[in-house]
């Protein structure tokens, strides 16, 4: 019988390939999952002992037996609440940052908000799925999710034709948690290089039959399945079984192929067979698995545990001698038989009392009371005692030192003479190795997400996804429609991140601290750019992207960054507008200033000009008035019958006086007025000669700027 080639490479891989899964089927998969239990036996079973330490399972208070100080257990307690403390927060990005392009900026927009809301609305799925992951990743070493696309629909009539159509119902991408012994994987150097990788399911038989049909469940034995996998081959006990009696179903994901297969054990032939529906670039429905210590040796997880078992185990063995020596450090001694009183003296004796002594010669020949008793040796005991704990401390202390729980990471002085600067620089490099893991745990979780949306992208909708952003309600359609076409892109031009502290438990003090840094460089920068800015508007956007680039690596500043990306675009705009417009010559506009200026003066002169000529013409016509009252008076008080004639007189002595007032009056103004016309178009001749050359400099240095221009293209 031919045997399947395992060596196949990329550039084989295809019709050939595909044709040789076909021809082996059923007992080719046998092959492959046979093999793959055993590559994984010894990790399973390294994995269930490691859960059971974890949770202190199978230990005993007989001191006889191993006692043991559960530091494991504390030690992943503190790692998993470090790790994660919050729902992930999705940044999405466009990966070529464009200042003008505003679909692509709508589409990553649509995308967030699609992504976000998704996951406040599933948390708690979100929050099994991750935390599932992570604690599997802690313990036994490796943790699995994957991404799966469901779509309901129903049939409705079509409103043009009538006839029965589909029409979708609703869309998701739900995220599933894979236990760590429900899932294997074929033979590779890292998760690239993989062949398939399988997902166990139980089923019962309604759901069984519905996917593969009633002939399906032929040879098909259901039992009662266990609540985990025992390696071992082991008897599994009657309290670990579900009632309810399912088979095992394998589904196979095979790269080489581009096919997944439903394979069961016992079968005739595999359950189902289809080609690949998803169609994601690295054809797998999961992530690269959060794996332990993996190597290219072989790609399988190596715990944590097991690279410090022996110090936990060394802890364990000094704890059982600490706890046995402590049974023995008791007050007990032996004494001589026959002398009863110093039986009575421990049994019967209280406070103040004196117990008689028969034979009182003989019991001081045989050297008294220190002659006839001997007390176990306590002061041995404790010293031995003593020495093991602080032997046991140590090993507390190297555990710390090996796996990264060490002290200095809480920032507390390890001597009075050290200072707190150097404290917080061990801190750092103390917390490395979290940092590291805090790192592949975000990873991981963007991976999940980055699947998800190339889901989404590939396979929603468009009405599905603007509803489900609900970005409807704050775009308009003109800028939704655009953003959509780039979405539905083969290719997605986005970047989906899962920032580390988006997940971590939130350090307070540290992320204020990080700000009041960040604040007091901001001042100082902008303090520096004042200037500069000042003299050249066109420096701005170079500016405010060295800003945007320190800002980058500050956590928690992917928000801000939105806004200083709006802000790098509207100085863009601004500095090519400033770029196109022609530059004033200085020297004209000083000038036509400086004539302005002028104008100004003589116009202000002239109505001062006016303003007393006026007064002087009404304080001459007040003393005239006044002048005639009173000749009027004195000749109505001398001749009542003259009046007539002298007020006649009178009248006509003013009519003329204001004539020839306001005869000269006219002449002066007139005089004036002429002066100012010359003035002001001797002003407007000069002012006319300034602006046509400066109009004459501005075309010269306009056409240099374009000879420029030209030479700078030719080169």
Known sequence: MQEYDNTNTEADSGTDN????EKHGQSFWDKELVAANK????????????????IGKGRTDDILKTSRLNLFHSNVKTLQSMLYGN??????????????????RVAAEIFERLLNLDVQENGKDYDAVLRSCLQDRLL?????ARISYEVETEEVPDPITGEMMEQIVSESAPLTYYFWKDILWSWGRNFATLRWVAFRNDMDKKVFVERFGEDATKNIEFKEMAAHTDADGGDIGENDKDVIKKVEVWEIWCKDTKQVYWYTKGAQKLLDTKDDTLGLKGFFPCPPFFMANATTTDYMPTADFVLNEDIYNQIDLLETRINKITE????VGVYDKSSTGVKNMLKEATENELIPVDNWAMFGEKGGLQGQIDWLPVEEIANTLNKLVQQRDQQIALLQQTSGMADIMQGGLANQYEGVGQTNQKAKFGSVRVQALQDEFATFATDLMQLKAEIIEKHFEPQTIVTMSNIANSMAADEIGPAMEIIKNPDMPFRVEIRPESVAMVDFAQLKNERTEFMNALAMFLQSAGPMIEKDPTTTPYLLKMLQWTMAGFKGASEIEGVLDKAIEAA???SQKSIQEPKPDPAAAKEQAKMQGEMQKIQAKAQADMAVREADKQADIAVIQAQMQADMGKIGADNQADMAEIQAKMQAAIQTEMATSQVNIEQNMQAVNGE???DLQKMQLE???ITAAASVDIEKQAIKAEIEIDKDRLE
Do not use: C, N
Not at 140 to 144: M, N, T, W
């Open 87 to 104: 729902l992930p927060k999705v940044d999405v990005s466009r990966r070529y940052a464009d200042g003008t392009d505003d679909a692509a």
């Open 18 to 21: 595909k044709k040789g899964y």
């Open 328 to 331: 023995a450090v008791k007050v």
């Open 676 to 678: 100012m016309q010359k």
């Open 687 to 689: 002012l006319e000669k």
């Open 140 to 144: 036994p070493g490796l943790g699995a």
């Open 572 to 574: 863009i705009i601004t």
């Open 39 to 54: 590559r994984v036996k010894k990790f399973h079973s390294k994995g269930g002992a490691i859960v059971d330490r974890y």
